[in-house]
């Protein structure tokens, strides 16, 4: 009991540290966030495998009149957005140190970039939109639910690294830690899902 109490109430840098080394088990943020990911994992499992459905269920795909997705620059933006892993996974680090400002400036360099990724994939999306219409084809609407899933998701992560990032300026507690570590495993979860959704939206260009 004393344990969570001084848990509980640490607050700096170093007292955030010693938290962090004496702990013997995950936090439960940290547990809350796995079954998170493990939840949406089913979803886009699930849209995944409606795409392939729909793809063996109609000849050809994608219909006449709808050209082959681009490789190059969808791939290109996913390796970008999955680097992003390399400075949330970093923040966590330097946030269980202590190291408050290294952490800000770790989440704030992701933010950067998770931001400019989702601005290109905007409008790389409403380009397509102007192409064909989901409403017209099983292509289209697969096509267009699946990408606007993941870009809900890189919006709800740019959400939450705002969320830290605000609470990281008033200080560094346990609770924060905790909060950083939940938010990299969040866009880990996130990274990884991208590559399934780039390799499903490419797959009818290879």
Not at 59 to 68: L, M, N, R
Not at 100 to 108: C, D, E, F, K
Request: charged content about 10%; some cysteine; glycine content about 8%.
């Amino acid at each position: 009991m004393s344990e969570v109490t001084r848990s509980s109430r640490a607050v700096g840098g170093a007292a955030v540290a010693r938290v962090a080394r004496a702990r013997r088990t995950l936090p439960n943020g940290w547990w809350g966030m796995l079954l998170l990911a493990a939840a949406e994992a089913t979803l886009f499992g699930t849209l995944v495998a409606t795409y392939f459905y729909l793809r063996l269920q109609t000849s050809p795909w994608p219909p006449v009149g709808i050209s082959p997705p681009s490789v190059t620059l969808p791939l290109a933006l996913t390796a970008v957005l999955v680097a992003t892993s390399a400075p949330m996974l970093a923040a966590a680090r330097a946030a269980r140190a202590g190291r408050r400002g290294a952490a800000l400036r770790w989440i704030t360099l992701a933010t950067l970039v998770q931001g400019a990724y989702l601005a290109v994939q905007v409008a790389l999306f409403l380009d397509d939109l102007s192409k064909f219409d989901p409403r017209q084809t099983a292509y289209g609407s697969v096509y267009f639910t699946l990408l606007g899933v993941h870009h809900a998701h890189v919006v709800v992560g740019l959400a939450l690294n705002a969320g830290v990032l605000v609470r990281l300026l008033g200080g560094l507690t346990n609770y924060r830690v905790i909060g950083v570590r939940a938010v990299a495993m969040y866009w880990c979860f996130v990274n990884a899902a991208a590559v399934l959704v780039v390799l499903t939206q490419i797959s009818p260009a290879l």
